[in-house]
């Protein structure tokens, strides 16, 4: 058992933090959820991939590096303790690509990844509908099929970086006569822009357009934008499922430098004597240490051949209440700066813990809510009987 | 890196597991608590012939250690059987005399922890704890104050614990054995093995209570189901597992950097030590919930476990005194 790094990680670390070192931004770019935001966060993903480091865990020939889960962490690592900017292609690079690379034929690999790996190409999902939300597989939008290919319809909603993303993917109901809700159902790939598609931009919380409703009339996909067998798309996407809240969602890197942060804010004039702030700080620490190293035994278990199944589930509720207390104990030790939005202009370190609580806020809620991952705890990893929801 | 226990890592808990769930140490732990050792130490020579205690004691002292990963296992199984009696206290005696450098004290001690004849306790009245685990029950209790460490002549009453098993008293009188700096470097490095071990006792612990606690939850039937499938016995008994899971990573990794004698170890521990034990107390205070008036009896061995998750809380470094470690410059 050790926690050794070999020299060739060391060297991939060093190479990653010396680019980084030059090319992050001085300033943070503007907050993605905005339409100057994402427009710099585009060109900040053509920057990474212009020197391969956007995508590093996947093939060279779709503009990745090879990488190893454990060298991806390392890439994260660095990452994040440098300050480089949010991911505005994370939809593409952590969900879809991953069932790409699992179901999708070559064609589609070759049309599809390079131009989201260099930003070209900007995804949002589309999986929510109103009245399908933690039930997924109750989702009513329609794909009927036409001459080569599919006619999209129906609504639907909280879909992320839609106001402003260039394609989407989802389910829709390709079989209503199936006998189970979750079969009949297709993923499919759409332009946004389509002819039939209506983007309405929803503000997040703080205002910001972070998500949107899609309303979608008879939306024409060729059979190439169609993922997998049509009537397989739940096993599909669930295929990957474990992806999304596992390893790739939320790497331990975002969370031990948000705690060296959280830390140097401590150290900068916290009370001293105030304890109970102390021992917040100390419990995001811990929490991110913890994080880091249970992943780090996720990435042993991978290599050994083992997989990541329903244990993703523990990491999607760590995380993500991790995430939540530790920005919440910053704008504690903020003091009255604590309550400015991101968009003052004296918000403390260019508002970046705004933004970052107001992001945090929504981890319990999104890739499968933290009471159905509970659910999935207790029955899958501790046995216990199905109720009901 | 591979941060996984090895295969053999693995048989060694499993056969520590089996040996220790066939020696029944719910009437070990009840029969130590009534002031009858015998049980107790029958087991803790089980525990001997298996190697536990030579992972503590170095090789030309008769053991196979210092080895922190494999103790730290071997805790994780004492904690899952609510092993009674100094175990902590008596690897954290063998690292103060390997450290201390004093090869007289060594040769004394060493070989009979080695073997499991010494059972010892260890007060370390630097770090403002009072009292000395089992000093009636010990074969030689070391005391440090200051720069001095003592063997005790005497102890004090007993004072109970929330823990029947862990008897507590002042160690009195004795005999200084050594004196001088290195005595203060090889407390510090005593009280972080004890930590580890706690931690890692806690987290055995934990994983006993949860399980227990699951299997009640899928058998008791309350409205016609089993309780085990209401959402809010279901939820409760998932963020019990989550504490477990993400502080066993934390031992292991404070286990591996204490055996690289890294100077950052202590930070390392404390994290583990204040995780492991809020997991452990965490699961008690479900095991209590979910089984009901039935968890608040004494005569339920739960409660042995229960009991234990509470005093291993404060033992070896409080939750505030952990906290403020981990944020030691």
Redesign the interface.
């Known amino acids: 058992m050790d926690l050794d790094f070999t020299a060739e990680e060391e060297a991939f670390r060093a190479e990653a933090r010396a680019w980084l070192a030059t090319r992050v931004p001085a300033a943070p770019l503007p907050s993605l959820e905005t339409a100057e935001g994402f427009a710099a966060h585009r060109e900040w993903e053509r920057t990474l991939s212009a020197d391969r480091w956007s995508v590093v865990s996947w093939p060279e020939k779709y503009g990745g590096r090879g990488a190893s889960v454990l060298e991806w962490l390392i890439f994260e690592e660095e990452y994040y303790a440098a300050g480089a900017p949010g991911r505005v292609s994370q939809n593409g690079i952590n969900l879809l690509a991953p069932t790409l690379l699992e179901h999708g034929t070559a064609e589609q690999l070759a049309r599809i990844l390079p131009p989201m790996a260099s930003g070209e190409v900007i995804w949002a999902q589309a999986w929510s509908e109103p009245e399908s939300g933690s039930d997924l597989a109750s989702l009513r939008s329609t794909a009927v099929r036409a001459d080569g290919g599919w006619l999209l319809s129906g609504q639907k909603a909280w879909s992320s970086r839609a106001a402003f993303a260039d394609r989407a993917f989802g389910l829709f109901r390709s079989d209503p006569g199936a006998d189970k809700p979750h079969r009949g159902l297709t993923y499919v790939m759409f332009p946004l822009d389509a002819d039939g598609v209506t983007v309405r931009p929803i503000g997040r919380l703080d205002g910001k357009p972070a998500f949107a409703e899609l309303f979608l009339d008879n939306v024409f996909v060729p059979d190439e934008d169609v993922i997998g067998e049509p009537g397989q798309g739940w096993r599909v996407a669930m295929s990957t499922a474990g992806n999304e809240r596992g390893l790739t969602l939320r790497s331990p890197g975002r969370f031990t430098a948000a705690a060296d942060r959280l830390v140097a804010l401590w150290r900068s004039g916290a009370d001293p004597g105030d304890t109970a702030l102390r021992d917040r700080v100390a419990d995001a620490v811990v929490g991110a240490r913890a994080y880091r190293l249970f992943t780090y035994a996720g990435a042993s278990r991978i290599a050994a051949g083992g997989a990541i199944g329903a244990e993703s589930s523990l990491n999607k509720v760590f995380w993500s209440e991790l995430d939540i207390a530790l920005h919440e104990t910053a704008l504690d030790l903020l003091g009255p700066y604590g309550e400015l939005s991101d968009t003052a202009g004296e918000a403390p370190a260019h508002g970046s813990w705004a933004e970052g609580y107001t992001f945090s806020l929504a981890g319990p809620i999104y890739a499968g809510t933290n009471e159905i991952q509970r659910d999935i705890i207790a029955e899958r990893l501790l046995g216990l009987p199905k109720g009901r929801r | ?6 295969d053999e ?1 693995q048989a060694f808990a499993r056969s520590l597991d089996g040996m220790l769930a066939a020696a029944g140490t719910p009437a070990v732990v009840r029969a130590w608590a009534a002031g009858d050792t015998a049980p107790g130490r029958d087991v803790w020579a089980r525990l001997a012939e298996a190697g536990v205690f030579a992972l503590a004691v170095p090789e030309q002292h008769d053991g196979l250690g210092p080895l922190p ?1 494999e103790l730290t296992v071997a805790f994780t199984e004492m904690g899952r059987h609510a092993v009674p009696g100094p175990v902590v206290e008596t690897v954290a005696v063998a690292a103060f005399l390997d450290r201390l450098g004093d090869d007289a004290a060594a040769a004394a001690w060493l070989p009979g922890i080695a073997s499991g004849k010494t059972a010892a306790s260890l007060c370390l009245l630097s770090d403002d704890s009072p009292y000395a685990l089992d000093a009636h029950a010990a074969d030689a209790v070391f005391v440090v104050d200051g720069d001095a460490v003592r063997l005790a002549g005497a102890a004090g009453p007993v004072q109970p614990s929330v823990d029947p098993a862990r008897r507590l008293a002042r160690p009195l009188g004795g005999t200084v054995l050594a004196r001088g700096p290195e005595v203060a470097a090889a407390a510090a490095h005593a009280a972080d093995v004890a930590a580890l071990a706690t931690a890692a006792q806690a987290l055995g612990l934990g994983r006993t209570l ?1 399980a227990r606690t ?1 299997e009640y ?2 058998q008791r039937t309350q409205f016609g ?2 309780i ?4 809010a ?3 409760r ?3 019990t ?2 504490a477990l ?3 066993q ?2 031992i ?2 404070a ?3 204490l055996a690289a004698e890294d100077p950052a170890s202590g930070r390392e521990i404390a ?1 583990a030590k ?2 492991a034990c809020e997991a452990a107390c965490a699961a008690a205070r479900t095991a209590l919930q979910v089984h009901g008036a039935l968890g608040y009896t004494e005569e339920l061995d739960l409660s042995l476990w229960i009991r234990k998750a509470r005093a291993l809380r404060s033992a070896w470094g409080t ?2 005194a ?3 470690r ?2 030691a410059p």
């Not at chain 2, 890196?1 to 090895?6: G, T």
């Not at chain 2, 085990?228 to 959402?231: L, P």
């Open positions: 890196m591979r941060f996984l226990l090895d890592q990963v949860l699951v939850a899928r189901v089993a085990g499938s209401f959402q016995v279901k939820h008994l998932a963020d597992l989550i899971e993400f502080a990573p934390l292991q990794a286990a591996v950097v994290a204040v995780a939750p505030a952990c906290r403020a981990v944020l």
